[in-house]
């Protein structure tokens, strides 16, 4: 297994152990409402938590706007909930397409308003652009997907409490290699593996 920098070590155990305390609470169906989320998350992250909850449909009896934030904690009633949005909303925001919104934001947080990047049009991106983004992205502070080879039966939700049979990789290109590598020299079915975005 090749060595992870030590952010991506990070994100991988948090991850991790996030999921696992997603499962065990899960299975459990023990429902506690711990305060200590009042102080850490905004009124605005309640309410957005509440809206997940509900599919954007939240009841009408709920007035998001007139709701203090005992009330909107009280209403999504589980820590369980707020744990599985966090896991969510980390999910997306690490894989989130690269947008012309995404390019500016990364740019003005490091101060290269001035940067080629910033005035190129995406779909005339290159690899070599790619590549300098997510380096960028990096030093920004970005969270970088990585990819891995796993058994086709590993599920979703199991994938950051199942080891890969290959290491991580930063690009989905690389790992497509260590894909076929893996299919040409072991005489692995292609059906028996998958890449799975972590």
């Known amino acids: 297994m090749q060595k992870l920098k ?11 152990f996030l ?9 459990d169906k023990v429902e506690n409402l711990s305060p200590v989320f009042i102080h850490i998350l905004s009124k605005e992250e309640l309410r957005s938590i509440l809206k997940w909850l509900y599919l954007d449909k939240v009841p009408e009896h709920y007035d998001l706007e007139t709701m203090d934030k005992q009330e909107l904690h009280e209403a999504i009633g589980d820590d369980f909930h707020i744990l599985s949005y966090t896991i969510e909303k980390w999910k ?42 997510r380096a960028l992205s990096c030093k ?14 590993v599920k979703e939700e ?34 028996e593996l998958k890449l799975m975005i972590l």
């Open 6 to 16: 030590p952010q991506d070590r990070h994100r991988l155990l948090i991850q991790c």
């Open 158 to 191: 199991d994938k950051y409490t199942t080891p890969p049979l290959s290491r991580y990789y930063k690009t989905e290109w690389e790992a497509q290699e260590e894909l076929a590598d893996m299919i040409s020299q072991d005489e692995i079915q292609a059906s």
């Open 19 to 27: 999921k696992m305390l997603q499962q065990r609470m899960e299975r």
């Open 92 to 133: 997306q925001e690490i894989e989130d397409k690269i947008t012309p919104q995404k390019v500016y934001d990364v740019l003005c947080q490091l101060q290269l308003e001035t940067h080629y990047l910033m005035t190129k049009i995406l779909a005339d991106w290159d690899e070599y652009d790619y590549s300098n983004f």
């Open 140 to 153: 920004a502070g970005t969270e970088q997907s990585l990819y891995a080879v796993f058994e086709s039966s």
